[in-house]
């Protein structure tokens, strides 16, 4: 019986806590906690095989990656936006992390909506993307890829975004499709409009990308950068 329990991934001993356990008694793990790691080990392979070494070797993590390019339907004299977002998500039970890394805003201080999008498919710019991926079949803003709104600093965003309710895992995966970065701001909903329900209202798309797997080397590069500035903020806001 106990076995059984065991062989649904995480069920018995696979959430959160019991990973934050693996990652500290990596060394000397107790026979349960290990053979939980095992049968999750067994599942990843199962459910993923053609990820599995990918998340086996970055610590059971699956990292991916989309290279924002302006659209190629902009016009002349609109913002070309280029830069990273990237993602990192724990094997089984890990909430998506997201990393924005992108420049091109000139010196805008206007918030700039960003989100997922059903399609992979750029062959017409941003714009054959289609809409917000929404397997929920919900309303805005509750679709898992509505980041919502980015504030550009000097040009530039550069944020880092915990427990979302996107996911790398599952039918749901949003590996394949794309991110989309708006001309503006994304109302939340607030617009009393089809709009506003359907996309935020957030206009033109000025740059995508296609999400895809990538190698946990180009997180750990980009993630001081972001970081740095959280710091310098939290120290700043300390000193006043
Ligand atoms: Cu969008
Ligand atoms: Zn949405």
Known sequence: ???????????????DNVTAVWEEASSTPSPLVDMQRKINDLWLNLLYPQLYDDIFRA???????CVAKPSGKLEEGKL?????????????????EALFDLAGFAAETSA?????????????GCDSAG???????VNHPHHPGDFGNFHPKGGNIQKLKLNLK????????????????????DDLGKGKNQGSLAHGNAGLRLACCVIGTCKKELWDKHLPKVTAKRKKRVIKAGRA
């Open 1 to 15: 019986m106990i076995f059984l329990l065991l062989l649904a991934p995480g069920l018995v001993l696979g959430d």
């Open 59 to 65: 610590n059971r993590t699956a990292y991916a990656c």
């Open 80 to 96: 070309k936006v280029t830069g990273l977002v990237l993602f990192k998500q724990l094997f089984p039970h890990g909430k998506l």
């Open 112 to 124: 700039r909506a960003i989100h997922i999008h059903q399609y992979g498919d750029l062959s017409d």
């Open 131 to 137: 809409g917000h991926y929404n397997p929920w079949k």
């Open 166 to 185: 996107a996911t790398l895992f599952g039918p749901q995966t949003i590996l394949g499709r794309s991110v989309v970065i708006h001309e503006q701001e």
